[in-house]
């Protein structure tokens, strides 16, 4: 019987559907952030949102890569959500930039949701419960911040 502490055990334990839906949710967060860059012609907003898409880019990456590590096939789509939020910000100059930054806002929290859940996934392992509780959670959470003050901005230049 092979020792439960071996790569091969911890491979076949490793919930790698419970990464590939997380990687999904990153990969849908770039397609929305990017369409989102396109809409805004405020460059400080603008420059902001890149930043984010492309954080959000890297959390894919990384979850990529813990999918690879434990013999996984990575998504390389972002699923139903992707299809929500491209509709969501497709339509950004019909509703305003309010509502864009508010449903990226929203995206960012259903995100928070999802990573908090993994952390109570026993079928993740202690390593990529680590990299969520330690990189990719704090960094949807700064995001949320990040859009709160983008909202408040496109708001008093509105008042």
Not at 60 to 78: I, M
Not at 112 to 122: C, F, G, R, V
Not at 141 to 153: P, T
Request: one cysteine or more.
């Amino acid at each position: 019987m092979a020792n439960s502490n071996s790569p091969t055990t911890t491979a076949m334990t490793c919930d790698v559907d419970a990464l590939n839906s997380l990687l999904r949710g990153e990969i849908s967060a770039v397609e929305t952030y990017q369409q989102a860059v396109e809409k805004f012609d405020d460059s400080a907003h603008k420059v902001s949102l890149t930043k984010v898409r492309d954080e959000h880019d890297r959390a894919a990456d990384t979850l990529r890569d813990r999918v690879l590590s434990y013999n996984g096939e990575p998504s390389t789509g972002s699923g139903p959500w992707g299809t929500f939020a491209t509709l969501v910000t497709g339509t950004a100059k019909i509703i305003g930039p309010q509502s864009v930054l508010a449903a990226l806002k929203q995206g960012e929290e259903h995100g928070i949701s999802q990573y908090e859940k993994a952390l109570e996934n026993d079928g993740l392992t202690a390593e990529c419960k680590n990299v969520i509780r330690t990189d990719l959670l704090p960094r949807c959470l700064k995001h949320v911040g990040q859009l709160e003050l983008m909202i408040a901005s496109v708001e008093n230049a509105t008042a």
